[in-house]
């Protein structure tokens, strides 16, 4: 089964608008949600990630919004632009020693100029 | 600091034959994975190690080994390569599971 879902598929934004990726769980015993951004030919980088104690986390131009009772979280990207384009990767995890990232399928974002 | 390192960047195997992929880290990091990376299919997680000597089965172990003699290494094995297993392989690690992990940059398979 899918235990990390994320939406959608490919997003295409203009320079300067916002672009949001969603993504929802199962398993409620996730307590660590980061988002990779991976761009052509590398691995994917951490971006940013939220534990499920504060709703919202900001950095920079990034934000992550948790709704723990939804069972959902999404990267919001304010004023994207071009350099933004690459594919984003949700994902979760619980502690302990089972605690391996669970990711979603992937968006990949293309902002236009 | 070079990271996690992977090699090779690229290999084309035919069905049957052996090979391993190679990874290296370099941060003392306790925990280290192997994802593969499929069109569509995101990052599944093939194995894992949380420290020198133990190592256990993901999402989709089948046909693939893994060892962990070192912290620094974690060789995945292809033992008879088939084309199923055409895929861009991830190695990454962290300090201990369920904290950020670190990513190589890739080695692209492809099985004929």
């Known amino acids: 089964q899918q235990q990390v879902k994320q939406s959608p598929q490919s997003l295409i934004v203009q320079k300067g608008g916002i672009s949001i990726i969603n993504c929802a769980y199962e398993n409620t015993a996730f307590d660590y949600f980061p988002w990779y951004q991976q761009f052509p030919g590398k691995g994917p980088a951490l971006l940013i990630a939220i534990r499920p104690d504060v709703s919202e986390k900001k950095e920079g131009r990034f934000t992550i919004s948790f709704n723990k009772s939804a069972k959902q979280f999404s990267l919001h990207i304010m004023d994207s632009q071009p350099g933004d384009s690459a594919t984003y990767f949700c994902?979760?995890?619980?502690?302990?020693?089972?605690?391996?990232?669970?990711f979603g399928k992937g968006t990949k974002l293309s902002v236009k100029p | 600091n070079a990271g996690v390192t992977q090699t090779p960047k690229f290999q084309v195997l035919k069905t049957g034959q052996s090979m391993t992929l190679q990874c290296a880290q370099d941060?003392?990091?306790?925990?280290m994975s192997w994802y593969r990376q499929d069109p569509g299919m995101g990052l599944r997680l093939i194995h894992y190690?949380?420290?020198?000597?133990?190592?256990d089965q993901g999402e989709v172990p089948n046909g693939y080994n893994v060892s962990r003699s070192t912290t620094e290494d974690f060789p995945l094995r292809l033992l008879s390569a088939a084309p199923s297993q055409t895929s861009v392989y991830f190695c990454?690690?962290?300090?201990?599971?369920?904290?950020?992990?670190?990513f190589g940059n890739g080695t692209r398979l492809t099985v004929t």
């Open positions: 994902a979760a995890s619980k502690g302990g020693s089972q605690g391996n990232l669970i």
């Open positions: 941060m003392n990091h306790e925990y």
């Open positions: 190690s949380v420290g020198a000597g133990i190592t």
């Open positions: 990454a690690s962290s300090f201990v599971v369920n904290s950020p992990l670190h």
